[in-house]
Each structure stands twice: as structure tokens, then as C-alpha cells.
């Protein structure tokens, strides 16, 4: 059972807007930046937001991340079906002392 | 170009070891911290170790902690995972990532060496 919660899916046709949440607690995101990742099948993880808000080197600006208080979200806009993709989240937790992962969620582009 | 390459996964006993290493290149590799993360078959991803630049501060997630044994070579720019009495539950997709500590920013990942452990 991962620390961070994330629906196993999400789905939307090209064009439209999907966010992926990512929930937490105080011990983890509530106090600590968050990573957002894709992995498309078959390939590495890709960091996709960092430090919470922050785009990766060459990660379009359709791609963005927010927080309120112990979740985060995800925001893809113009929605395209390369984007179809496994999405994690991750970030510190003070309990467990290290870096954790959320399960991850399938986006489906319908 | 930034690129880490894992070998040295394959199939292995219950019980057995296996070393994994990773080889690094196009940056500074002494200059950098680096991390392995796991991925079983079908399921999410896990850290489970943490090397300092020099090799001095090392981490392991609890699921490993006596088990593994991380180590680095900053004279070949090598990063290797010593993974004694495996588990069933060991098999997995291990990943050579870089990054710190404190924030899982792992900008570079590998393609992955596969271990599977079964008898």
C-alpha cells in the first residue's frame, strides 16, 4: 500500500484538459516538493515536474503541476495521444525517511 | 548525452546474489549523486538505494536494508547494486537513476536490468 494515492486511471480525448491527483499526508506532501513522471510502456520513467511546479528540460508548458495542503495534481491541457502514458507522483516522506512513489495512473486518450 | 546503461540482471535462486552494475556517461559522474529504483513486473516504482558523490553517505529502503549493498567507482564512473538473499519478491526492473538526496529528483534513468528471482 503506497504512502501517496493515485486513481489507477484516467482517461479524456484529444484537445481536453485531465488532471491526475496524488494524496498524501502531512508527513509527505504536505511538507515536502513533489515529482510528477510519465512512463510510456515498455520505457524509463521520465521526470516530467519537479520541485512541485517545475517543468523538466523540454516538457511542454501543457504540463502542470499544483499542491494544496496534503495532495497535488497533475494538469495536462490539449490533451494528444502521445501523451498516453503511465503518470506517477513521488516525493520525501518524514516517516519513512526516504523518497516514495504514488501507485501510478494509466491516462488513456480516448 | 547523458546516458546510464545497467547489466548484470538475470535469473537467480531464491536465497542467491547478483551484482548489478551501472556505467554512466556524458556528465561528471563524481560530481553526482545517484540512486536505484525498482519496478516489479506490472506494478509502481520504488527507491531503494541512495550513494552519496563519494560514496561515503549511503541509503537503503527498509525492503533491503541488510540485504543489498550499494557501491560506486568514480575512477570507471560505475554504480553497483550487490544484492544478496534474494527474495521471490526481489524480482523487479532495477533502474540506475541520477539523483539527491532528500527530493526524489531523478532527472536520468537507465533502461533497466531485469531480475527475476525463482527456483
Known amino acids: 500500500q503506497s504512502l501517496l494515492a493515485q486513481p489507477p486511471s484516467a482517461s479524456g480525448t484529444p484537445g481536453q484538459r485531465v488532471t491526475i491527483s496524488c494524496s498524501g499526508s502531512?508527513?509527505?506532501?504536505?511538507?515536502?516538493?513533489v515529482y510528477w513522471y510519465h512512463q510510456l510502456p515498455g520505457t524509463a520513467p521520465k521526470l516530467l515536474i519537479f520541485?512541485?511546479?517545475q517543468r523538466a528540460s523540454g516538457v511542454p508548458d501543457r504540463f502542470s503541476g499544483s499542491k494544496s495542503g496534503t495532495s497535488a495534481s497533475l494538469a495536462i491541457s490539449g490533451l494528444r495521444s502521445e501523451d498516453e502514458a503511465e503518470y506517477y507522483c513521488?516525493?520525501?516522506?518524514?516517516?519513512?525517511?526516504?523518497?516514495?512513489f504514488g501507485g501510478g495512473t494509466k491516462l488513456t486518450v480516448l | 548525452e547523458v546516458t546510464l546503461v545497467e547489466s548484470g540482471g538475470g535469473l537467480v535462486q531464491p536465497g542467491g546474489s547478483l551484482r548489478l552494475s551501472c556505467v554512466a556517461s556524458?556528465?561528471?559522474?563524481?560530481?553526482?549523486?545517484m540512486n536505484w529504483v525498482r519496478q516489479a513486473p506490472g506494478k509502481g516504482l520504488e527507491w531503494i538505494s541512495y550513494?552519496?558523490?563519494?560514496?561515503?553517505?549511503?541509503f537503503y529502503a527498509a525492503s533491503v536494508r541488510g540485504r543489498f549493498t550499494v557501491s560506486r567507482d568514480n575512477t570507471e564512473n560505475s554504480l553497483h547494486l550487490q544484492m544478496d538473499g534474494l527474495r521471490v519478491e526481489d524480482t523487479a526492473l532495477y533502474y540506475c537513476?541520477?539523483?539527491?538526496?532528500?527530493?526524489?529528483?531523478?532527472?536520468?534513468w537507465g533502461q533497466g536490468a531485469p531480475v527475476t528471482v525463482s527456483s
Open positions: 550513494i552519496s558523490h563519494s560514496g561515503s553517505t549511503i
Open positions: 537513476t541520477r539523483g539527491g538526496w532528500r527530493q526524489p529528483h531523478f532527472d536520468y
Open positions: 513521488a516525493t520525501w516522506d518524514d516517516s519513512v525517511s526516504g523518497p516514495v
Open positions: 502531512s508527513s509527505n506532501i504536505g511538507s515536502n516538493y
Open positions: 556524458g556528465f561528471s559522474f563524481n560530481d553526482f549523486e
Open positions: 520541485s512541485t511546479y
